[in-house]
């Protein structure tokens, strides 16, 4: 008994494609990657990525700064510029790790969100010691341990009093310790 090569449509063309006993085809190489549904599936999540934060639009400021950087003199435009291209990117590597941690787990998810969550400090503090800044580098760590001991903790403290507020509030003191 002869099976029959079935035709599929691929692109507008016909295309013969081998059949599996269980009548399932059997797609090569060659046809999964000219296939239509592969670019447009690359197309949508092209499309997820730049459009789910209306910060994303301001990515073009980050080429901008380095065009500007090479065409004038005008320190202040470059930084806002850089500062403006900076901001998408931070929110990126956010949603990466995030992405990240729903198929690794929450411990590795957590640690990868730690790690890559300092990235711009770091990378700022090596160029900044590349060229010699060091005070630069020391102001940028006193800013972080500042912004994470207070603002954070004291950011925390408040929404829990807006939330709760004909409530006492009781906290643990281990977690709220600060080893220095």
């Not at 592969?38 to 997820?48: F, Q």
């Not at 400021?61 to 005008?74: C, D, N, V």
């Not at 435009?77 to 995030?98: D, H, Q």
Request: with cysteine.
């Amino acid at each position: 008994m002869m099976m029959e090569t079935p035709q599929i449509e691929m692109g507008g063309f016909k295309v013969n494609s081998p059949q599996v006993p269980n009548g399932v085809l059997r797609p090569t190489v060659s046809s999964s990657w000219n296939s239509r549904g592969t670019v447009e599936r690359a197309l949508k999540s092209i499309r997820i990525v730049i459009f789910t934060s209306k910060l994303n639009l301001l990515m073009p400021f980050g080429p901008a700064s380095i065009i500007l950087h090479f065409t004038t003199r005008r320190h202040g435009l470059i930084f806002l510029f850089s500062m403006l291209g900076i901001t998408p990117l931070a929110e990126r590597l956010g949603y990466a790790t995030e992405q990240l941690a729903i198929y690794t787990g929450p411990t590795v998810g957590g640690l990868l969100n730690a790690t890559f969550g300092n990235a711009t400090e770091m990378i700022i503090a090596v160029y900044a010691l590349k060229n010699g800044m060091i005070r630069v580098v020391q102001q940028s760590l006193l800013g972080s341990i500042l912004s994470n001991m207070l603002l954070v903790m004291g950011c925390a403290f408040f929404a829990g009093g807006v939330v709760h507020r004909n409530k006492d509030q009781i906290f643990s003191k281990l977690s709220t310790q600060v080893y220095c």
